[in-house]
């Protein structure tokens, strides 16, 4: 089961306007080995509320470091709280490393690699830079990095070092949505079209070996797309999608009145795709999923027995008591998360939501 | 176009996740139900064939059985520690059903599943001595083998890289079945290979699920599904009757 390590925070530097990157001092340096292009997921009380974001590693594997990028997002409780309060001694918490966007590195291999980033999609692509630079020596890698301008470029500089470090061994194509350079091919948004252009012109697709893509979730299509035109199996395509999509501050959830038993049914509100149903069930000897099956609703479940989390719901009026929990943590049990499939009505009114 | 876009519109052009954190919840848990019915089953799978294994009639036989044991328990694992990176707790799971439990060899069950047991309903027959266990291995081997292909297009891509590194492990599994299916006809047990076939072709082919399932068009809009029950089991009867007739076999119906 997932558990959070303490850390130390010892540097945190500003790489442009709205990101930081911040430097960590494991407390057990062996439970945050990575690899490249994997991210932590850390956890902080906010107004006794807990937050978990997730940020990927910007280190290499031979960097010696364990570091991460925080790009401020609009509202985002956890960004703005790294970006502007976050300060070397504070500690914190976070989960071992996760994440399937990697490839096995090999000394002997001379593999060409292509990367995407779009803005601090960078982050786990930087990370996977650095060690194919560094345990490849017969490897390249050719990066797209699209920008809106110049001044929102996190780890301009950095790239810079590591093409006059590894000479010929990165290429890196800035792609501005405006501005800064005169030429149409490196102007404007990576989608398809552009791709497409870069593919005939400039990059040899038929000749890459491994393509990773990071960034919002239209660019990651259109890159994609292009890269199948030009015969790349999904094999080859490793994508990671975070940025755009992480909420900002969740709403502290509704505080249920003292539930009052009055008879043994319960009065039972269940949302499911969008669809809304009333039914009465009993409070015993039927879980609230088994009532929501009953009442011919498609609820999921698969093994019932508390252990796989298919049958997560979140109880949003009245009280259950929940039998076994193998699949849930503590936080998002408080945050009114059940298994449906071990939850019985305590209250006599119950409004539970599949969809959130 | 815009810098974002939903999840779901991600998801039905085409769109990959390759992490639990932007994971809606209902695609969550029609993945997990994805994971759950192929680990319930190839768990299911490898504990039934665990006591054929001593039943083969020569050391090739017993290593080949013995081998389909191990790699299918393999699978499994490699699966469920997808499911862990969603919170499922893989020492619960894997114990939490009894998978070497099977109903009558006459039960009908049709495609249901039992209980929280998410196996694939052809894994709860008994299998009757060593011939029945390398024809029911050959059909259903080569139904694991289409599932297989469409599943390793479902847009979860750690599962996905899963399910393709699994692949030509489970292709090989019936080639194994085929080849023992060959060795058992030389030695002249035509009829009684006939029997088995006969008695597991609807069996195998109800693992295919619903023609009708209510499900397809969600699970085609996340991309978890490419194909319907019916295309694939149309796949599937074409492929291993073709396989049987070369054999001087005949698939039923």
């Given at each position: 089961m997932a558990r959070f390590h303490p850390l130390t925070v010892t540097d945190v530097q500003k790489t442009i306007r709205d990101a930081v990157v911040v430097t960590l001092e494991p407390d057990d340096p062996a439970a945050f080995a990575f690899l490249p292009g994997q991210y932590l997921t850390f956890r902080h009380d906010f107004d006794g509320e807990e937050l978990r974001r997730s940020y990927s590693i910007c280190a290499g594997l031979d960097d010696g470091l364990l570091q991460v990028g925080i790009k401020r997002v609009e509202g985002g409780a956890f960004s703005t709280w790294a970006n502007e309060a976050l300060q070397p001694g504070d500690r914190l918490e976070a989960m071992a490393p996760m994440g399937n966007f990697h490839t096995a590195l090999a000394p002997d291999a001379a593999r060409h690699y292509l990367g995407f980033a779009g803005g601090s999609g960078i982050t786990p692509v930087l990370s996977i830079v650095r060690s194919v630079l560094a345990r490849e020596p017969k490897s390249r890698f050719t990066l797209v990095y699209a920008n809106r301008?110049?001044?929102?470029?996190?780890?301009r500089e950095e790239l810079e070092d590591l093409k006059n470090s590894y000479l010929g061994r990165l290429n890196v194509i800035h792609i501005l949505e405006a501005g800064g350079e005169e030429i149409d091919l490196f102007t404007g948004r990576v989608d398809a079209a552009k791709c497409a252009q870069l593919f005939r012109l400039w990059i040899d697709v038929e000749g890459a070996d491994m393509a990773f893509i990071c960034g919002p979730e239209p660019m990651m299509l259109g890159i994609a797309q292009a890269l199948r035109e030009h015969g790349m199996s999904d094999a080859q395509i490793k994508f990671e999608l975070f940025a755009s999509a992480q909420p900002g501050r969740l709403k502290r959830r509704a505080v249920s009145a003292a539930a009052q038993s009055q008879g043994n049914t319960c009065a039972a509100t269940i949302t499911l795709d969008g669809a809304v149903q009333n039914f009465t069930m009993p409070k015993d000897g039927q879980s609230v999923l088994e009532a929501a099956i009953a009442a011919d609703m498609d609820a999921p479940f698969a093994c019932?027995?508390?252990?796989?989390?298919?049958?997560r719901a979140r109880v949003l009026e009245g009280e259950v008591e929940m039998i076994a929990n193998h699949a849930l943590e503590d936080y998002e049990v408080e945050r009114g998360y059940v298994l449906t499939c071990q939850c019985y009505p305590l209250s006599d009114r119950l409004v539970v939501d599949y969809d959130q | 176009m815009a810098d974002t876009m939903s999840i779901a519109d991600y998801l039905a052009r085409g769109g990959v996740l390759s992490n639990p954190e932007n994971v809606p919840p209902r695609y969550r848990a029609e993945l997990m139900r994805l994971m759950a019915t192929f680990v319930d089953s190839e768990m299911a799978g490898s504990a039934g064939f665990a006591d054929i294994i001593n039943e083969a009639p020569g050391i090739a036989e017993r290593i080949a059985a013995a081998r389909i044991v191990l790699e299918k328990a393999d699978h499994a694992g490699r699966v469920l520690a997808v499911m862990a990176e969603f919170g499922a707790d893989t020492a619960k799971y894997a114990t939490h059903q009894p998978w070497t439990a099977r109903l009558a060899r006459d039960a009908d069950i049709g495609p249901t599943r039992s209980g929280g047991d998410m196996r694939l309903s052809v894994f709860h027959y008994p299998l009757e001595g060593w011939l029945d266990a390398v024809v029911m291995n050959v059909l259903m081997g080569r139904a694991v083998t289409v599932q297989l292909a469409e599943f390793s297009r479902v847009s979860y891509q750690p599962l996905a890289e899963a399910f393709r590194a699994i692949l030509p492990v489970e292709t090989r599994h019936a080639e194994l079945g085929e080849e023992g299916l060959r060795k058992l006809l030389e030695d002249g047990a035509l009829e009684a290979a006939q029997a088995s076939v006969d008695y597991w072709w609807p069996r195998v082919a109800a693992s295919f699920g619903a023609a009708d399932s209510t499900r397809l068009d969600q699970q085609r809009d996340f991309g978890l599904r490419h194909r319907s029950n019916a295309e694939l089991l149309a796949d599937w009867r074409a492929d291993t009757a073709a396989l049987l007739a070369e054999m001087g076999l005949r698939a039923p119906g």
């Open positions: 301008a110049v001044n929102t470029i996190m780890f019932k027995a508390g252990v796989c989390s298919t049958c | -």
